[in-house]
């Protein structure tokens, strides 16, 4: 239920702290210069649906110290996408003295679908400002698995990641972007969303930030109807085998528990939910996380996988991962903490704010530890799970798995060493003020050994390296998943022979207390 395939490396490798803009910040930001201008129109094929995005840029500013020639920018394969740059048709620069030649290359491909890029650069000196152009094509349809960034059309509309339609300036002085739409290919009520706002935005940073948003245009249907509700509101595509309305109701009322629960984003950032249907060689939805929004992306009988249940786990999923955030480290490897922990918080808290009823859980507490001991991953460093990327699933998933297994266990610990009086939340939540508040505090393994050291004692930072970094198998207390399911032996059965683990067996103890852990 709480599979989001694909969804590490992306959140690894785009999340984007929540950044609170204080008045005199905005006050600043208003002088700030526009160095990035897109406007995005979206063009209908003869079928009507979304062929591709026009684009028309307009890049301010000047070169940065030391630059002779304008470098643009763009991905050839983005995170698990494929031919970003390819599909972005006659590009043209041009300035005051008309058009401006470009030379390209791209960097050598990365291994696993990871990122790599294409380089343009001009073949005389520009003046600002300056004009590029290029219409960026949607994917056509593709059996390749993969997470949903690639633009896509989907029931008369466009969506997808930033990253793969916006050619970006490498070498010009610009803190101060600007995206607009050109409707003009929809009917009236038609929308132009992004994670950074509804309609025309500005924002803050680097351009390149822009690339780390999800966008949507067309005839969307909406929830709320309009603005938000708490500050959260979703807009999709497609006609989906549940009904959208109700699911979105029910997650804008997740999100504001997930707000009181996790405290310390206090109030809540805007949130933005986006959900499209997409043609999919899986029957399966899965959601990929941005700043403050995520995607959820499926087929039209993308429930057959969970037998006509509503992707809820997914949905609550990948909300979480906004306090969740990330721990500073090698690429790939922190998704221990990432994946591992907002697994942990989808598991448990769903039950804990009753949107989930005991059935569910132990339905988890039935896979997990099974999914850890049964894993090909098993005693993989986390190094190698990395290198291994998005050329086999199961070997992926593993830092999910073991990082849920590792924060449980952490979880029982915490609470018996102190007698009951704290438990990983009480932990993590002085973790997370620290993170987001305290000037100069870095984040990373090292401030994690020091702080489980802490808490549990030295032999926890051994540990923490032995269990998840060198990926040493491990065995949780019995206390693991709370006070209703008790430990017991388990032999599990895998291609490589049998391995000794722990299975975990509902109780007598009162369903009323299964929580209270
Ligand atoms: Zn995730």
């Not at 056509?140 to 633009?151: K, L, S, Y």
């Not at 959900?275 to 959601?287: A, D, L, T």
């Amino acid at each position: 239920m709480n599979r989001t395939l694909f969804s590490a490396l992306a959140a690894l490798l785009l999340v984007i702290p929540v950044l609170a803009h204080s008045a005199s910040q905005q006050a600043d930001a208003e002088a700030t210069p526009i160095g990035y201008d897109a406007v995005l129109t979206p063009r209908l094929g003869s079928d009507g649906e979304v062929s591709g995005i026009a684009v028309v840029l307009t890049l301010d500013g000047g070169l940065t110290d030391g630059e002779t020639r304008l470098k643009l920018t763009a991905p050839v394969v983005y995170v698990g996408a494929y031919g970003v740059a390819d599909r972005m048709g006659e590009l043209a620069v041009r300035d005051a003295d008309g058009p401006v030649a470009l030379s390209h290359h791209d960097d050598s491909e990365a291994a696993g679908g990871f990122p790599y890029l294409r380089h343009w650069e001009a073949q005389r000196e520009v003046q600002f400002p300056v004009q590029v152009r290029y219409t960026a094509a949607t994917e056509p349809h593709t059996d390749r698995r993969g997470p949903p960034f690639n633009i896509k059309p989907s029931k008369g509309g466009v969506s997808g990641s930033g990253a793969t339609f916006l050619v970006l300036p490498e070498n010009t002085v610009s803190t101060r972007s600007r995206v607009g739409w050109n409707l003009s290919a929809f009917g009236e009520d038609a929308a132009g969303i992004a994670s950074f706002g509804e309609g025309e935005f500005e924002l803050d940073g680097a351009p390149g930030d822009l690339w780390h948003g999800w966008y949507m245009a067309g005839p969307v249907g909406r929830y709320p109807a309009q603005g938000d509700d708490n500050g959260f509101s979703a807009a999709w595509l497609g006609d989906f085998p549940f009904d959208p309305t109700e699911e979105m109701t029910r997650a804008a009322r997740g999100y504001t528990w997930l707000g009181g629960f996790f405290g310390y984003l206090d109030p809540p950032p805007r949130y933005r939910v986006f959900m499209r249907i997409v043609p999919y060689p899986i029957p399966r939805f899965s959601g990929t996380a941005l700043g403050g929004s995520f995607m959820l992306s499926g087929p039209p009988n993308g429930l057959e996988d969970t037998g006509g249940e509503p992707p809820r786990g997914t949905i609550f999923h990948e909300m979480i991962h906004m306090w969740v955030g990330g721990v500073q480290g090698p690429q790939g490897v922190t998704s221990w903490f990432s994946e591992g922990l907002t697994s942990y918080y989808t598991m448990v808290l769903p039950l804990r704010g009753g949107f989930e009823t005991l059935d569910d859980y132990t339905e988890t507490v039935d896979r997990l530890p099974e999914r850890y001991y049964t894993s090909p991953a098993l005693g993989m460093s986390a190094q190698a799970i990395t290198e291994v990327g998005f050329t086999n699933n199961d070997i992926r998933e593993m830092p999910y798995v073991r990082g849920n297994l590792y924060f449980a266990d952490l979880n029982a610990r915490i609470r018996a060493a102190s007698n009951g009086r704290r438990n990983l939340d009480d932990f993590m939540r002085e973790l997370f003020e620290r993170r987001h508040n305290e000037t100069g505090y870095t984040f990373d393994h090292e401030a994690w050994v020091a702080a489980i050291s802490t808490e549990l004692g030295a032999e926890a930072g051994t540990e923490f390296q032995a269990r998840i970094i060198d990926g040493e198998v491990f065995f949780p207390v019995a206390g693991t998943f709370g006070p209703c399911f008790d430990r017991e032996p388990a032999s599990y059965e895998t291609e490589s022979g049998a391995v000794d683990g722990y299975r975990w067996q509902r109780n007598d103890v009162p369903e009323e207390r299964c929580a209270e852990f």
